[in-house]
């Protein structure tokens, strides 16, 4: 959930040939444990995709549940298309007839790779109207209201059910997503949309506690460690009011989900005692704080932890022992969206294999598209790391399966909790947030 640019690159690559993502059949495909948080920032350029193979699998039939298919072989064809950055786009699989020449998005912000942005744009001929949130209140305030003209949108987990309800989202029509069939089963038919009805995955991810071990010679090693007062203006937070009220519910023994006002009121009281250590609230990029120095510790997002890790290996990530926060991402329609052919077209090509792969280096979250692991494990062709420093694809994939962070301990994902709509009690938490973020 969450992101600005912090490392725009600008490198050219031409690459001369590439080699099969995989050769003679489809690789089993990459366990994940299930995980279920907006997002980090970096846009660099790849190469051409020229025509690559990896295991996909076959487009889902037009159900109201997902159905599970068989591996087979994704191609990637080049479409003759080049972003400003130099990366060559893929020819959509499949190309879908649109009619559209723009298409309205309401996003979180930074947490889609531009150059996917810019290659849709350029191979259907559809120009992008994009607005951003930094948060899921954000989000929700905006969008309940109505009167807006979005036509596709990022939708949090625990957002999904009172959009729903509002009759702001469209059933989905399976027969137009074919990337159903690219998803990890893990990330499906969850109690926020059973059947994926109205939602399909985009990322997940986790959030848990991060450290400069440089600075921090006793790390936390759970959610109240962090009310110690050697920290003091040292903290930096993401400006999450579920996530954050939830902390708090952990160490006072509670649910995350409690509609009890007075168990609320207690972790009012407790996140009070807490603020003098947040120096920053910061859903757009916490770990620039991070990497700066300004800051030592924090409640951050999975992709935010990685990335400041990859520029500071002394930055770690620690899952605190009352149980993280997990939550996933997911890409809605609006109910009536005038741009619905290209809303359909937008999804399935966005996170086509030989695209979506961006997403393991520009914003690491927990990536629920195995199709297109599968097409980045052990794949030679060459791009550019979240620097710019040359790296291939199968490397990014690599340093991907085999982070704590992105591909977290199984028990970690079990022993987190995960923030749901709790209805009419949603004002509790907003006043409580109200009241906390009044005392800083």
Not at 258 to 266: K, N, P, R
Not at 287 to 301: F, N, P, R, Y
Not at 393 to 409: E, F, H, K, Q, V
């Amino acid at each position: 959930m969450n992101k600005p640019r912090l490392f725009k690159v600008f490198v050219f690559l031409i690459v001369g040939s590439m080699l099969l993502a995989a050769c003679g059949g489809a690789a089993a495909p990459v366990t994940q444990p299930p995980a279920t948080q907006l997002p980090a920032s970096t846009k660099a350029p790849a190469t051409e995709p020229a025509t690559t193979e990896a295991p996909a699998t076959e487009a889902a039939s037009a159900t109201e549940s997902p159905v599970a298919t068989e591996p087979t072989t994704f191609k990637s064809v080049p479409s003759g298309k080049t972003t400003s950055t130099g990366f060559n786009c893929p020819e959509p699989n499949p190309r879908v007839d649109v009619k559209s020449t723009e298409l309205n998005m309401f996003v979180w912000t930074e947490y889609i790779p531009q150059d996917i942005i810019d290659c849709f744009q350029l191979v259907y001929g559809i120009t992008i109207n994009r607005d951003e949130y930094s948060s899921a209140e954000e989000m929700f305030a905006k969008f309940s209201k109505g009167g807006t003209n979005y036509d596709v949108l990022h939708v949090s987990d625990n957002v999904v059910p009172p959009i729903i309800r509002l009759g702001l989202l469209e059933k989905l029509d399976k027969s137009r997503l074919p990337i159903m069939a690219n998803f990890d089963s893990t990330y499906l038919n969850l109690s926020f949309d059973p059947g994926n009805v109205y939602t399909i995955p985009y990322e997940a991810g986790i959030d848990a506690i991060v450290v400069n071990t440089d600075k921090v010679k006793n790390p936390p090693k759970s959610w109240a460690d962090l009310w110690n007062p050697d920290y003091k203006g040292r903290m930096v937070s993401i400006d999450d009011s579920r996530a954050i009220i939830g902390v708090a519910l952990t160490t006072l023994g509670y649910d995350v989900n409690t509609t009890d006002q007075q168990q609320l009121d207690q972790a009012k009281e407790k996140l009070k005692q807490l603020i003098p250590n947040i120096k920053v609230f910061d859903s757009d990029s916490p770990k620039t704080e991070l990497i700066a120095g300004d800051v030592d510790l924090g409640i951050v997002w999975t992709a935010e932890a990685e990335l400041a890790h990859q520029e500071n290996p002394a930055i770690t990530f620690i899952y605190p022992t009352e149980g993280a926060i997990n939550w996933q991402d997911n890409w809605g329609i609006a109910a009536n969206a005038a741009h619905e052919d290209a809303a359909y077209a937008w999804l399935n090509y966005s996170m086509q294999p030989d695209l979506f792969w961006m997403m393991l280096r520009d914003f690491p979250y927990i990536n629920p598209n195995t199709a297109t692991l599968n097409f980045a494990k052990g794949n030679s062709m060459a791009t550019v790391d979240v620097n710019g420093s040359p790296t291939t694809l199968g490397a990014l994939y690599d340093n991907y399966i085999n982070s704590p962070i992105t591909n977290p301990p199984a028990d970690a994902v079990k022993n987190g909790h995960r923030a749901v709509d709790v209805g009419d009690a949603t004002a509790l938490y907003d006043q409580v947030w109200t009241e906390v973020k009044g005392g800083q």
